[in-house]
Protein backbone atom coordinates (compact mmCIF):
# COMPACT_ATOMS: atom_id res chain seq x y z
CA UNK A 1 0.00 0.00 0.00
CA UNK A 2 1.36 3.65 -0.47
CA UNK A 3 0.62 5.78 2.49
CA UNK A 4 1.28 9.16 3.47
CA UNK A 5 4.04 8.97 5.76
CA UNK A 6 2.65 12.35 7.99
CA UNK A 7 -0.16 10.26 8.94
CA UNK A 8 0.47 6.71 9.46
CA UNK A 9 4.33 7.28 10.71
CA UNK A 10 3.90 10.73 12.10
CA UNK A 11 5.84 12.87 10.52
CA UNK A 12 5.99 16.43 9.41
CA UNK A 13 6.00 17.92 5.69
CA UNK A 14 4.78 15.00 3.29
CA UNK A 15 1.99 15.93 0.29
CA UNK A 16 -0.75 13.64 0.03
CA UNK A 17 0.31 10.22 -1.87
CA UNK A 18 -0.97 11.14 -5.58
CA UNK A 19 -1.52 14.90 -5.56
CA UNK A 20 -0.84 15.73 -8.96
CA UNK A 21 1.24 18.99 -7.88
CA UNK A 22 3.66 16.39 -6.52
CA UNK A 23 3.99 15.02 -9.71
CA UNK A 24 5.87 18.34 -10.85
CA UNK A 25 9.27 18.57 -10.69
CA UNK A 26 11.18 21.25 -11.28
CA UNK A 27 14.75 20.06 -10.25
CA UNK A 28 16.99 17.99 -12.33
CA UNK A 29 17.24 15.43 -9.72
CA UNK A 30 15.02 12.84 -7.90
CA UNK A 31 15.63 10.93 -5.65
CA UNK A 32 13.94 7.36 -5.01
CA UNK A 33 15.24 5.21 -1.64
CA UNK A 34 14.67 1.35 -2.21
CA UNK A 35 14.65 -0.90 0.68
CA UNK A 36 16.79 1.60 3.30
CA UNK A 37 17.87 -1.21 5.82
CA UNK A 38 21.33 0.93 6.79
CA UNK A 39 21.44 4.20 8.42
CA UNK A 40 23.58 5.10 5.40
CA UNK A 41 20.11 5.65 3.60
CA UNK A 42 18.92 8.54 5.88
CA UNK A 43 22.70 9.97 6.17
CA UNK A 44 22.53 10.91 2.01
CA UNK A 45 19.27 13.26 2.96
CA UNK A 46 21.08 14.60 6.03
CA UNK A 47 21.85 17.41 3.88
CA UNK A 48 19.34 19.51 1.21
CA UNK A 49 20.75 19.85 -2.02
CA UNK A 50 19.71 22.70 -4.95
CA UNK A 51 19.61 20.13 -7.23
CA UNK A 52 17.51 17.80 -5.81
CA UNK A 53 13.73 17.75 -5.18
CA UNK A 54 12.63 17.49 -1.85
CA UNK A 55 9.73 15.11 -2.28
CA UNK A 56 11.82 11.42 -2.04
CA UNK A 57 9.84 8.26 -3.00
CA UNK A 58 10.62 5.49 -1.06
CA UNK A 59 9.65 1.88 -2.00
CA UNK A 60 9.94 -0.53 0.64
CA UNK A 61 8.44 -3.98 1.95
CA UNK A 62 7.79 -2.16 5.77
CA UNK A 63 8.34 -3.09 8.84
CA UNK A 64 10.87 -1.82 11.52
CA UNK A 65 14.01 -0.99 9.53
CA UNK A 66 11.84 1.30 7.11
CA UNK A 67 10.39 3.00 10.45
CA UNK A 68 14.13 3.41 11.44
CA UNK A 69 14.86 4.45 8.33
CA UNK A 70 12.10 7.28 8.37
CA UNK A 71 12.46 8.64 11.46
CA UNK A 72 16.08 9.85 11.10
CA UNK A 73 14.62 11.81 8.31
CA UNK A 74 12.30 13.61 10.76
CA UNK A 75 14.62 13.81 12.80
CA UNK A 76 16.27 15.88 10.39
CA UNK A 77 14.11 17.91 8.99
CA UNK A 78 12.52 18.92 12.70
CA UNK A 79 15.87 19.55 14.01
CA UNK A 80 16.31 23.47 15.37
CA UNK A 81 19.48 24.12 13.29
CA UNK A 82 19.43 23.95 9.30
CA UNK A 83 16.52 21.88 9.22
CA UNK A 84 15.97 19.71 5.87
CA UNK A 85 12.72 20.02 3.75
CA UNK A 86 12.30 16.20 2.84
CA UNK A 87 8.70 15.05 1.79
CA UNK A 88 8.76 10.75 1.76
CA UNK A 89 6.32 9.43 0.04
CA UNK A 90 6.33 6.07 0.67
CA UNK A 91 5.27 2.26 -0.47
CA UNK A 92 5.39 -0.50 1.46
CA UNK A 93 4.24 -3.21 0.41
CA UNK A 94 6.17 -6.90 -1.11
CA UNK A 95 5.97 -5.89 -4.59
CA UNK A 96 8.05 -2.57 -3.53
CA UNK A 97 10.31 -3.81 -6.15
CA UNK A 98 8.22 -4.59 -9.38
CA UNK A 99 6.17 -1.07 -8.03
CA UNK A 100 9.24 1.27 -8.27
CA UNK A 101 9.92 -0.14 -11.72
CA UNK A 102 6.75 0.33 -12.80
CA UNK A 103 6.18 4.33 -11.26
CA UNK A 104 9.62 5.56 -12.16
CA UNK A 105 8.62 8.36 -9.20
CA UNK A 106 12.79 9.55 -9.56
CA UNK A 107 15.86 9.50 -11.15
CA UNK A 108 18.44 8.03 -8.65
CA UNK A 109 17.91 5.13 -6.74
CA UNK A 110 19.68 5.61 -3.24
CA UNK A 111 20.80 2.27 -1.78
CA UNK A 112 22.07 1.20 1.61
CA UNK A 113 20.57 -1.88 3.07
CA UNK A 114 20.81 -5.43 2.82
CA UNK A 115 24.22 -6.35 0.91
CA UNK A 116 22.52 -10.10 -0.28
CA UNK A 117 20.14 -8.08 -2.15
CA UNK A 118 22.05 -5.06 -4.13
CA UNK A 119 23.02 -6.56 -6.68
CA UNK A 120 19.64 -7.03 -8.12
CA UNK A 121 18.73 -3.84 -6.82
CA UNK A 122 21.43 -2.53 -8.75
CA UNK A 123 20.86 -4.54 -12.04
CA UNK A 124 17.23 -4.13 -11.96
CA UNK A 125 17.87 -0.46 -11.55
CA UNK A 126 19.99 -0.18 -14.17
CA UNK A 127 18.12 -2.34 -16.87
CA UNK A 128 15.47 0.13 -16.43
CA UNK A 129 17.31 3.49 -16.91
CA UNK A 130 18.00 4.55 -13.48
CA UNK A 131 20.87 6.05 -12.04
CA UNK A 132 22.26 4.40 -9.04
CA UNK A 133 23.90 5.85 -6.21
CA UNK A 134 24.95 2.48 -3.84
CA UNK A 135 26.10 2.36 -0.22
CA UNK A 136 29.45 0.26 -0.05
CA UNK A 137 29.99 -3.19 -1.06
CA UNK A 138 27.89 -3.33 -4.35
CA UNK A 139 28.73 -7.24 -4.56
CA UNK A 140 29.49 -9.50 -1.53
CA UNK A 141 30.25 -13.08 -3.04
CA UNK A 142 33.40 -13.53 -5.78
CA UNK A 143 30.18 -15.27 -8.69
CA UNK A 144 28.62 -11.80 -8.37
CA UNK A 145 31.36 -9.93 -9.69
CA UNK A 146 30.59 -10.65 -13.33
CA UNK A 147 27.35 -9.31 -12.95
CA UNK A 148 28.58 -6.14 -11.67
CA UNK A 149 30.64 -5.76 -14.64
CA UNK A 150 28.43 -6.83 -17.01
CA UNK A 151 26.04 -3.99 -15.07
CA UNK A 152 28.74 -1.74 -15.53
CA UNK A 153 28.65 -1.84 -19.23
CA UNK A 154 25.00 -1.69 -19.19
CA UNK A 155 24.81 1.67 -17.39
CA UNK A 156 27.11 3.23 -20.15
CA UNK A 157 24.75 1.72 -22.79
CA UNK A 158 21.78 3.12 -20.86
CA UNK A 159 23.77 6.66 -20.04
CA UNK A 160 23.08 6.09 -16.77
CA UNK A 161 25.82 6.50 -13.70
CA UNK A 162 26.28 3.61 -11.09
CA UNK A 163 28.94 4.64 -8.43
CA UNK A 164 29.22 3.81 -4.87
CA UNK A 165 29.51 5.79 -2.04
CA UNK A 166 33.23 6.73 -0.79
CA UNK A 167 33.17 8.81 2.10
CA UNK A 168 36.62 7.88 3.21
CA UNK A 169 38.05 10.51 0.23
CA UNK A 170 36.94 13.06 2.02
CA UNK A 171 38.50 12.82 5.19
CA UNK A 172 40.98 16.19 5.42
CA UNK A 173 43.93 13.72 7.22
CA UNK A 174 43.92 11.48 3.71
CA UNK A 175 43.11 14.45 1.47
CA UNK A 176 46.31 15.98 3.10
CA UNK A 177 48.53 12.58 3.00
CA UNK A 178 47.59 12.23 -0.42
CA UNK A 179 48.73 15.25 -1.24
CA UNK A 180 52.11 15.55 0.41
CA UNK A 181 52.51 12.04 -1.36
CA UNK A 182 53.12 14.28 -4.42
CA UNK A 183 55.57 16.26 -2.97
CA UNK A 184 59.08 14.89 -4.09
CA UNK A 185 60.81 17.04 -1.84
CA UNK A 186 58.99 16.02 1.21
CA UNK A 187 57.74 12.14 0.14
CA UNK A 188 60.03 11.22 -2.84
CA UNK A 189 58.40 8.19 -4.66
CA UNK A 190 56.20 5.54 -3.46
CA UNK A 191 58.10 2.26 -2.47
CA UNK A 192 57.61 -1.37 -4.34
CA UNK A 193 57.67 -2.54 -0.39
CA UNK A 194 57.84 -6.30 0.22
CA UNK A 195 55.17 -8.89 1.42
CA UNK A 196 56.12 -8.45 4.99
CA UNK A 197 56.79 -4.35 4.86
CA UNK A 198 54.51 -3.19 2.40
CA UNK A 199 54.52 0.75 0.82
CA UNK A 200 50.52 0.94 2.05
CA UNK A 201 48.99 0.06 4.91
CA UNK A 202 45.13 0.66 5.20
CA UNK A 203 43.58 -0.65 8.83
CA UNK A 204 40.53 0.16 10.32
CA UNK A 205 39.11 -1.15 13.53
CA UNK A 206 34.88 -0.40 13.78
CA UNK A 207 32.10 -1.38 16.31
CA UNK A 208 28.84 -3.29 16.21
CA UNK A 209 27.41 -1.13 18.97
CA UNK A 210 27.64 2.80 18.36
CA UNK A 211 26.02 6.07 17.92
CA UNK A 212 24.43 7.60 15.29
CA UNK A 213 22.91 11.71 15.19
CA UNK A 214 23.21 11.17 18.69
CA UNK A 215 21.22 7.70 19.43
CA UNK A 216 21.94 4.44 19.80
CA UNK A 217 22.08 2.64 17.00
CA UNK A 218 20.18 -0.63 16.59
CA UNK A 219 20.90 -3.72 13.59
CA UNK A 220 19.04 -5.50 12.13
CA UNK A 221 19.57 -8.73 13.08
CA UNK A 222 20.64 -9.53 9.23
CA UNK A 223 23.74 -7.01 10.01
CA UNK A 224 25.19 -10.31 11.71
CA UNK A 225 25.09 -12.84 9.41
CA UNK A 226 27.68 -12.42 6.53
CA UNK A 227 25.79 -14.32 3.89
CA UNK A 228 23.64 -11.13 4.04
CA UNK A 229 25.91 -8.21 5.34
CA UNK A 230 28.41 -9.72 4.04
CA UNK A 231 32.19 -10.64 5.77
CA UNK A 232 34.61 -7.98 6.85
CA UNK A 233 37.04 -8.52 3.98
CA UNK A 234 34.80 -7.67 1.30
CA UNK A 235 32.85 -4.66 3.37
CA UNK A 236 34.39 -2.05 5.25
CA UNK A 237 37.53 -2.96 3.21
CA UNK A 238 36.04 -1.74 0.06
CA UNK A 239 37.11 1.67 1.71
CA UNK A 240 40.67 0.46 2.34
CA UNK A 241 41.15 -0.52 -1.04
CA UNK A 242 39.64 2.68 -2.93
CA UNK A 243 41.85 4.72 -1.01
CA UNK A 244 44.79 2.91 -1.97
CA UNK A 245 43.67 2.84 -5.43
CA UNK A 246 42.77 6.65 -5.16
CA UNK A 247 46.10 8.19 -3.08
CA UNK A 248 48.57 6.16 -5.27
CA UNK A 249 47.05 5.34 -8.64
CA UNK A 250 44.54 8.14 -9.90
CA UNK A 251 46.85 9.10 -12.41
CA UNK A 252 46.33 6.26 -14.94
CA UNK A 253 43.43 3.47 -15.14
CA UNK A 254 43.80 0.07 -13.41
CA UNK A 255 42.82 -3.11 -15.24
CA UNK A 256 42.22 -5.85 -12.19
CA UNK A 257 43.13 -8.33 -14.99
CA UNK A 258 46.89 -7.24 -15.11
CA UNK A 259 47.77 -4.66 -12.33
CA UNK A 260 45.78 -6.81 -9.06
CA UNK A 261 47.77 -9.49 -7.63
CA UNK A 262 46.60 -11.23 -4.76
CA UNK A 263 49.10 -12.42 -2.33
CA UNK A 264 47.68 -13.58 0.85
CA UNK A 265 44.00 -13.54 2.54
CA UNK A 266 42.44 -14.37 5.83
CA UNK A 267 39.79 -14.24 7.79
CA UNK A 268 38.58 -14.58 11.54
CA UNK A 269 35.50 -13.91 13.78
CA UNK A 270 34.10 -11.74 16.39
CA UNK A 271 32.55 -12.95 19.56
CA UNK A 272 29.44 -11.58 20.59
CA UNK A 273 27.70 -12.91 23.70
CA UNK A 274 24.04 -13.20 24.12
CA UNK A 275 23.43 -9.77 25.82
CA UNK A 276 25.86 -7.85 22.97
CA UNK A 277 23.59 -9.30 20.77
CA UNK A 278 20.31 -7.95 22.43
CA UNK A 279 21.98 -4.76 23.12
CA UNK A 280 22.99 -3.91 19.51
CA UNK A 281 18.97 -5.67 18.09
CA UNK A 282 17.00 -5.45 21.08
CA UNK A 283 16.60 -9.02 19.89
CA UNK A 284 16.31 -11.40 22.71
CA UNK A 285 17.49 -14.19 21.18
CA UNK A 286 19.51 -15.13 18.31
CA UNK A 287 16.85 -15.56 14.84
CA UNK A 288 16.73 -18.91 12.99
CA UNK A 289 19.35 -18.03 10.30
CA UNK A 290 22.13 -17.27 12.82
CA UNK A 291 22.17 -20.78 14.49
CA UNK A 292 24.84 -21.76 12.04
CA UNK A 293 27.25 -19.35 14.09
CA UNK A 294 25.99 -20.23 17.30
CA UNK A 295 28.77 -21.90 19.57
CA UNK A 296 27.95 -22.37 23.42
CA UNK A 297 25.57 -19.73 22.95
CA UNK A 298 28.20 -17.20 21.71
CA UNK A 299 27.65 -15.66 18.18
CA UNK A 300 30.72 -16.10 16.06
CA UNK A 301 30.51 -13.22 12.96
CA UNK A 302 33.22 -13.60 9.96
CA UNK A 303 33.81 -9.77 10.50
CA UNK A 304 37.33 -9.53 10.35
CA UNK A 305 40.00 -9.98 7.44
CA UNK A 306 43.45 -8.84 6.42
CA UNK A 307 44.53 -9.12 2.64
CA UNK A 308 47.70 -8.78 1.48
CA UNK A 309 48.35 -8.06 -2.75
CA UNK A 310 50.30 -6.03 -4.92
CA UNK A 311 48.76 -2.96 -7.11
CA UNK A 312 50.73 -2.51 -10.20
CA UNK A 313 53.48 -3.97 -8.19
CA UNK A 314 53.40 -1.92 -5.49
CA UNK A 315 52.79 -4.17 -1.87
CA UNK A 316 49.55 -2.94 -0.07
CA UNK A 317 48.14 -4.48 3.13
CA UNK A 318 44.52 -4.15 4.01
CA UNK A 319 42.94 -5.26 7.05
CA UNK A 320 39.60 -4.32 9.08
CA UNK A 321 38.60 -5.39 12.80
CA UNK A 322 35.54 -5.41 14.36
CA UNK A 323 34.88 -5.20 18.25
CA UNK A 324 31.70 -4.81 19.93
CA UNK A 325 31.88 -1.31 21.69
CA UNK A 326 34.08 1.55 21.70
CA UNK A 327 36.49 2.33 24.38
CA UNK A 328 35.15 5.24 26.37
CA UNK A 329 36.05 8.37 24.41
CA UNK A 330 36.75 6.27 21.09
CA UNK A 331 35.23 5.43 17.86
CA UNK A 332 35.67 3.55 14.88
CA UNK A 333 39.71 4.37 13.94
CA UNK A 334 41.79 4.77 10.89
CA UNK A 335 45.50 3.84 10.41
CA UNK A 336 47.53 4.55 7.56
CA UNK A 337 50.67 4.33 5.52
CA UNK A 338 52.44 5.76 2.45
CA UNK A 339 56.32 4.46 2.58
CA UNK A 340 58.20 6.96 0.06
CA UNK A 341 61.64 7.04 -0.86
CA UNK A 342 62.44 10.11 2.01
CA UNK A 343 59.01 9.51 4.80
CA UNK A 344 56.53 7.67 5.57
CA UNK A 345 52.88 9.61 5.74
CA UNK A 346 51.09 7.67 8.69
CA UNK A 347 47.43 8.62 9.80
CA UNK A 348 47.07 7.26 13.54
CA UNK A 349 43.87 7.54 15.35
CA UNK A 350 44.82 6.31 18.83
CA UNK A 351 44.72 7.45 22.49
CA UNK A 352 47.31 9.47 22.13
CA UNK A 353 45.62 11.88 19.31
CA UNK A 354 42.54 11.47 21.28
CA UNK A 355 40.76 9.09 18.88
CA UNK A 356 40.87 11.87 16.14
CA UNK A 357 42.82 11.03 12.79
CA UNK A 358 46.48 12.96 13.47
CA UNK A 359 48.64 13.13 9.71
CA UNK A 360 52.49 12.77 10.28
CA UNK A 361 55.48 12.63 8.47
CA UNK A 362 58.36 10.81 10.01
CA UNK A 363 61.53 11.33 7.63
CA UNK A 364 63.77 8.44 7.27
CA UNK A 365 66.80 10.67 7.58
CA UNK A 366 66.69 13.72 9.12
CA UNK A 367 68.12 16.86 8.09
CA UNK A 368 68.14 20.68 7.96
CA UNK A 369 67.63 20.74 4.15
CA UNK A 370 64.38 18.29 4.74
CA UNK A 371 63.63 19.89 7.41
CA UNK A 372 62.83 23.09 5.20
CA UNK A 373 61.12 20.88 2.46
CA UNK A 374 58.65 20.35 4.95
CA UNK A 375 58.04 24.05 5.82
CA UNK A 376 57.91 25.03 2.44
CA UNK A 377 55.44 22.30 1.72
CA UNK A 378 53.03 23.47 4.35
CA UNK A 379 53.53 26.78 3.34
CA UNK A 380 51.95 25.04 -0.60
CA UNK A 381 49.57 23.68 1.15
CA UNK A 382 47.72 26.71 2.89
CA UNK A 383 46.88 27.83 -0.77
CA UNK A 384 44.10 25.80 -0.89
CA UNK A 385 43.92 24.69 3.02
CA UNK A 386 44.49 28.53 4.93
CA UNK A 387 45.59 27.56 8.43
CA UNK A 388 47.65 24.75 7.27
CA UNK A 389 50.66 24.53 9.10
CA UNK A 390 53.54 21.72 10.90
CA UNK A 391 55.31 21.49 14.09
CA UNK A 392 58.25 18.98 15.32
CA UNK A 393 58.09 15.96 17.00
CA UNK A 394 60.09 13.49 18.15
CA UNK A 395 59.50 11.39 15.08
CA UNK A 396 59.09 14.32 12.76
CA UNK A 397 56.63 16.58 11.81
CA UNK A 398 52.66 16.44 13.01
CA UNK A 399 50.87 17.89 10.55
CA UNK A 400 47.87 20.80 12.06
CA UNK A 401 44.64 20.90 10.44
CA UNK A 402 42.35 23.66 11.85
CA UNK A 403 39.14 21.73 12.73
CA UNK A 404 36.85 23.51 10.14
CA UNK A 405 38.17 21.10 7.39
CA UNK A 406 37.91 18.11 9.51
CA UNK A 407 34.61 15.83 8.84
CA UNK A 408 32.84 13.61 11.25
CA UNK A 409 31.73 10.58 8.97
CA UNK A 410 28.43 11.26 8.92
CA UNK A 411 29.14 14.90 7.61
CA UNK A 412 30.98 13.08 4.13
CA UNK A 413 28.15 11.77 2.66
CA UNK A 414 26.98 15.18 1.22
CA UNK A 415 30.14 15.55 0.09
CA UNK A 416 30.60 12.30 -1.69
CA UNK A 417 26.71 13.17 -3.04
CA UNK A 418 27.70 16.25 -4.58
CA UNK A 419 30.50 14.72 -6.06
CA UNK A 420 28.10 12.18 -7.43
CA UNK A 421 25.26 14.91 -8.97
CA UNK A 422 28.05 16.34 -10.81
CA UNK A 423 28.08 12.78 -12.80
CA UNK A 424 24.70 12.60 -12.91
CA UNK A 425 24.51 15.50 -14.78
CA UNK A 426 27.10 15.26 -16.97
CA UNK A 427 25.51 11.83 -18.30
CA UNK A 428 28.73 9.84 -17.26
CA UNK A 429 31.27 8.31 -15.23
CA UNK A 430 34.58 9.38 -15.53
CA UNK A 431 36.79 6.44 -16.95
CA UNK A 432 39.45 5.95 -13.86
CA UNK A 433 36.04 5.68 -11.39
CA UNK A 434 34.89 2.89 -13.71
CA UNK A 435 38.39 0.89 -13.49
CA UNK A 436 38.72 2.55 -10.07
CA UNK A 437 35.36 0.36 -8.88
CA UNK A 438 36.49 -3.11 -11.40
CA UNK A 439 39.54 -3.36 -9.96
CA UNK A 440 38.08 -2.42 -5.66
CA UNK A 441 35.43 -5.09 -6.25
CA UNK A 442 37.64 -7.56 -7.96
CA UNK A 443 40.26 -6.96 -5.16
CA UNK A 444 37.77 -7.78 -2.40
CA UNK A 445 36.14 -10.57 -3.97
CA UNK A 446 39.45 -12.10 -4.64
CA UNK A 447 40.69 -11.23 -0.92
CA UNK A 448 37.43 -13.75 -0.28
CA UNK A 449 37.96 -16.39 -2.61
CA UNK A 450 41.85 -16.79 -0.91
CA UNK A 451 40.47 -16.36 2.89
CA UNK A 452 37.81 -19.05 2.75
CA UNK A 453 40.21 -21.22 1.21
CA UNK A 454 42.66 -21.00 4.26
CA UNK A 455 40.16 -20.90 6.92
CA UNK A 456 38.25 -23.95 6.02
CA UNK A 457 41.92 -25.61 6.14
CA UNK A 458 42.31 -24.33 9.33
CA UNK A 459 39.47 -24.90 10.82
CA UNK A 460 38.12 -28.34 9.59
Known sequence: MRYLLGVVLLLSGCGRAGDKKEEKHEYPIRLITLDPGHFHAALVQKTGYADIDTVVHVYAPGGQELQAHMALIEKYNSRPDQP??????????PDYLSRMM?????????????????????????????????????????????????????????????????????????VLQKELSTMPEVFGRLLKGTRDNPAITKESVHHFFKYVSGKPLIRPSWYFDVSQEGEGIVDVTTHLVDLVQWECFSDSL????????????????????????????????????LSANVKDSLLNVFANGEMDYTLKGVHARVSVRWDFQAPEGGGDTHYSVLRG???????????????????????????????????????ALQGRWPGVSVEGTSKGWKVLIPER??????????????????????????????????????????????????VLKKYT
Open 84 to 93: TRWKEVVYAG
Open 254 to 289: LDYKKDVDMLSARRWPTVLTPSQFKLSTQLDHYPAF
Open 102 to 174: REKAGNVVVLAGNNQKKIEYIKSAVDSGFNVFADKPMIIEPKDFPVLEATFGEAKKNGVVLYDIMTERYQITT
Open 405 to 454: YSLDHEATFAEVTKKYLGYVKSGKLPEWELSCMLAKYYTTTRALEMARRG
Open 341 to 379: ELANLIIRQGKEEGFKPVLYIEPLRASAKYDSSVRHAAA
